[in-house]
């Protein structure tokens, strides 16, 4: 086992968390409104439910720590620091968009931040996340490498060659399974004989973890100690993280309508929702009030509407520049 | 004769030929979803059970490789991805493996499989999600690849995919699946390898594959309403082997041609047909081939430029009538 960092025991800012994931909470509550009204047009993956994976773990990362992601990425880009304005405007394909209205919700971007990318064939981010952490390597830099992946992307071959490839070479690099049970509609037991991705993964020689992933603490803690191992140089580390996403696949809609995932099941998670068990924790220890938590999620409310408003008010990109970004000069 | 859409006859050469042959079972992600795209694997589950309807895991390369194995060992597997983009996970079996076995052992192992790629694209889907990729294929020995345009070519073609002996792509286009047309209700096949005429003409030939047939139609129809222009669709139905004869027997008659082609233009489909038209047909050519595809850009999310984006049958027209302007210099 690892041994725990004894140098300083990393605090969480409580607050800090709370607002970071109550950003995540609001942005994906109003975008899925924009979808339902038929504003935003692209396929959007909602994160909401998941939020203390993507808080919790780059709540402990560095700003030039990179980080990669999927289909399912707002949550991840707004935790690791990205611009609200610019996931916005991409979502509405404006010209002022994180990926200049070219990408969509799939697929936003954030270099600036660290944030190198996110795509949307299935798996295809941890080999790039296990280049970062070469590149780190080579250039003797102490950046890490996080890489955010579904339990989906570990039924593909690519994946289990890029563990094999992280540990062998012990690059630093942080994989973080945010293990929602499903894969669209197929539960993960109809995927892989066991539910057991974390005990897969030490088979490589890699400290591996199943952690609550509803628990922005737990996340915290133990992304802390994995972050403390990869930067003393000893090899990549994995995190399971247990969620469940509480809307459909895609879009904004409940996915009960079907006989794949029942109402109670749904309402289950919605009863472990990861906001209100730490903003219980907080107010219960008076780490904040009601009324400094409701401040903030009045503050929150105005970014949210200052990002539309943004939005609304940018261009659309030119026809005229579609051959744009083809190539970089 | 009944009309259904294209999306239903893709689901009724299912049911039928799955009947008809128990050797044939379906695999792909989501085949059992319950919004599988365009319902087109409704009630094959229900029917055929879970051992010959797999969702599979998010496995692409795997499970083409298993297919490519069952195969060969008297299955007759039909892969599905709901895009195409999902497949390049896959290419080494679709290509080394599936392609090469048959002329790589003389002949004397054979992979009888079907590889169905939806081309899903449009709604601000981007660069991955949107891809239309039947030239990749088209240049492997030993790859079939057929785009059916109207509902009963899109159930015979199907028909005759799952009973051919190679490995065949079929490439079925989500544009397409509302267009209700004439389709017989038996057991039918339409044969890989032949193109056919939809529009008769005498002036110019557009020569289309997939939903771009139906966007030369509409451009023949303004052509000869505004302009008296007689335009010939030849609807390609087959990108390989192509329909040499049918090809240039039409060129010959009009001498003038225009080929649509839903995917890029560099060493796209496209590229394939003018070029054994210029190199056979040389003479019988009045004026230079044009060509109507993608620009050389993945595809855009933004409205504003998915709308430049995807060719349309102005595009199409306007084409036509550069090819009929066409003035040889002295
Ligand atoms: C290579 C590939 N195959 C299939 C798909 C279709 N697809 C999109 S998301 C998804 C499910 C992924 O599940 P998971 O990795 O667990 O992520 P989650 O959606 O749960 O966040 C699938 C199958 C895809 N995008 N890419």
Redesign the pocket.
């Given at each position: 086992m690892i041994k725990k960092n004894k140098k300083k025991p990393m605090k969480p800012d409580l607050k800090q968390l709370f607002l970071s994931m109550t950003r995540l909470r609001m942005f994906e509550e109003r975008v899925a409104d924009l979808l339902l009204k038929d504003e935003i047009k692209c396929p959007t993956?909602l994160y909401i439910g998941?939020e203390a994976v993507a808080v919790g773990v780059c709540e402990a990362l560095k700003k030039d720590d990179y980080v990669f992601s999927?289909?399912?990425s707002h949550g991840h880009y707004l935790a690791k620091g990205g611009d609200m304005k610019k996931l916005m405007a991409e979502l509405f394909g404006k010209s002022t968009g994180c990926s200049q209205g070219r990408g969509g919700s799939m697929h936003i971007a954030a270099p600036d931040i660290g944030y190198l990318g996110s795509t949307?064939?299935?798996?295809?981010d941890i080999p790039i996340g296990v280049g970062a952490g070469l590149s780190s390597c080579v250039r003797k830099s102490k950046q890490i490498s996080v890489i955010f992946?579904?339990?989906?992307?570990?039924?593909?071959g690519v994946f289990y060659e890029s563990i094999n490839y992280a540990s062998l070479y012990k690059l630093p690099v942080l994989f973080i399974c945010?293990?929602?049970l499903?894969?669209?509609h197929l539960r993960i037991c109809f995927r892989q004989p066991a539910d057991n991705i974390f005990q897969r993964i030490k088979t490589f020689k890699m400290p591996s973890k199943r952690i609550d992933g509803n628990d922005v603490l737990e996340v915290y803690k133990n992304t802390c100690a994995a972050v403390d191992h990869i930067r003393q140089g000893k090899g990549p580390y994995f995190l399971e993280c247990r969620t469940y996403?509480w809307r459909a696949?895609?879009g904004p809609w409940l996915d009960i309508d079907f006989d794949f995932r029942s109402k109670a099941e749904v309402e289950s998670w919605i009863r472990k929702c990861p906001i209100k068990k730490l903003e219980k924790a907080m107010l219960k220890k008076k780490d904040f009030s009601a009324a400094e938590r409701d401040r903030i999620i009045a503050d929150v409310k105005n970014e949210i509407d200052e990002a539309y408003r943004f939005s609304q008010e940018s261009p659309y990109p030119d026809a005229k520049e579609l051959l744009n970004h083809v190539f970089r000069d | 004769m009944r009309k259904i859409k294209y999306s239903q006859a893709i689901n009724e050469a299912f049911h039928q030929v799955m009947n008809r042959e128990k050797n044939v079972i379906v695999m792909g992600?989501?085949v059992n979803s319950p919004w599988y795209v365009g319902h087109t694997m409704e009630g094959l589950f229900k029917k055929f059970g879970c051992n010959r309807v797999i969702d599979t895991p998010?496995s692409?390369n795997g499970f083409t490789g298993i297919a490519v194995g069952a195969a060969m060992s008297g299955l007759r597997p039909v892969v599905i991805?709901?895009?195409m983009?999902?497949m390049?996970?896959s290419f080494d079996q679709i290509i080394n493996q599936a392609a090469n076995w048959h002329y790589m052992f003389g002949g004397s192992v054979n992979v009888p499989l079907t590889l169905r790629g939806i081309v899903n694209r449009g709604g601000e889907q981007a660069a991955?999600?949107s891809q239309s990729i039947q030239a990749l294929f088209m240049h492997i020995p030993g790859l079939k690849v057929v785009m059916p345009a109207t509902p009963s070519d899109a159930k015979g073609l199907l028909i005759s995919s799952v009973l051919d002996n190679n490995p065949v792509i079929y490439i079925d286009d989500r544009w397409l699946y509302d267009i209700e047309d004439d389709v017989p209700d038996g057991f039918y096949q339409v044969p890989i390898g032949e193109a056919k005429v939809l529009k008769q003409g005498k002036d110019v030939t557009i020569i289309a594959s997939s939903y771009l047939v139906y966007e030369g139609l509409k451009a023949a129809e303004k052509l000869g309403a505004l302009d008296n222009i007689d335009a010939e669709l030849l609807d390609l139905r087959t990108i390989k082997p192509l329909d040499t004869s049918r090809i240039f027997d039409s060129v010959k008659k009009t001498g003038r041609v225009v080929i649509a082609d839903g995917g890029w233009q560099t060493a796209g489909a496209s590229a394939e047909v003018s070029a054994l038209i210029s190199s056979e047909i040389f003479s019988s050519l009045k004026a230079p081939v044009r060509r109507v595809c993608l620009p050389d850009a993945p595809a855009p999310a933004s409205k504003t430029l998915e709308q430049v984006y995807y060719p349309h049958s102005e595009d199409i027209y306007l084409s036509v009538k550069q090819v009929m302007g066409y003035k040889e210099k002295a």
């Open positions: 993956h998941q999927t289909h399912r949307a064939i299935v798996g295809a992946f579904g339990d989906g992307a570990v039924d593909e945010e293990n929602n499903f894969s669209t996403r696949h895609v | 992600i989501g998010v692409e991805h709901p895009r983009d999902f390049y996970y991955q999600h």
